[in-house]
Nanobody, 126 residues
Framework: QVQLVESGGGSVQAGGSLRLSCAAS????????MTWFRQAPGKEREGVAC??????????ADSAKGRFTISRDNAENTVYLYLQMNSLKPEDSGIYYC?????????????????WGQGTQVTVSS
C-alpha cells in the first residue's frame, strides 16, 4: 500500500523559511501528480503546489507564487516530494499534507487524491 510521510514542519517567524519533505513508498503506479495541500483551523483543505512528473510541470496557488517552490526526486522505490517555502506569512500557517494520484484532473481538487500523508504542522508567527 502507498505510504506518504511528511516532515520538516515547525514554527518560524514571518519572513522565515521552511522546507517540507514527503517520502512516498509502496506504490505500484507512477504517482504522476503530487501535491501539497494545507488546512488551517476552520478552513477547507486547499491546494498549495503541484508537480506533474510527465512534463514536468508545476502549478501553484496564487498565494504561493513567487515564494514557494515544489520539486520531486524519483529514487528506485521511493519518490521524494519537497516544498521550499520562503518569505512565510502568518496566513501560511496550517497543517501541510502531501497527496498523490495517477489520473489527470484539476490539480487542487483534494477529493481526487487517493493517497495522503498524515500532515505536518507549520506555524508562522508575526
Amino acid at each position: 500500500q502507498v505510504q506518504l510521510v511528511e516532515s520538516g514542519g515547525g514554527s518560524v517567524q514571518a519572513g522565515g523559511s521552511l522546507r517540507l519533505s514527503c517520502a512516498a513508498s509502496g506504490y505500484t503506479g507512477r504517482l504522476d501528480w503530487m501535491t501539497w495541500f494545507r488546512q488551517a483551523p476552520g478552513k477547507e483543505r486547499e491546494g498549495v503546489a503541484c508537480i506533474y512528473t510527465g512534463s514536468p510541470v508545476t502549478y501553484y496557488a496564487d498565494s504561493a507564487k513567487g515564494r514557494f517552490t515544489i520539486s520531486r526526486d524519483n529514487a528506485e522505490n521511493t519518490v521524494y516530494l519537497y516544498l521550499q517555502m520562503n518569505s512565510l506569512k502568518p496566513e501560511d500557517s496550517g497543517i501541510y499534507y502531501c497527496a498523490a494520484r495517477d489520473d489527470t484532473g484539476t490539480w487542487a481538487n483534494a477529493r481526487a487524491y487517493p493517497y495522503w500523508g498524515q500532515g505536518t504542522q507549520v506555524t508562522v508567527s508575526s
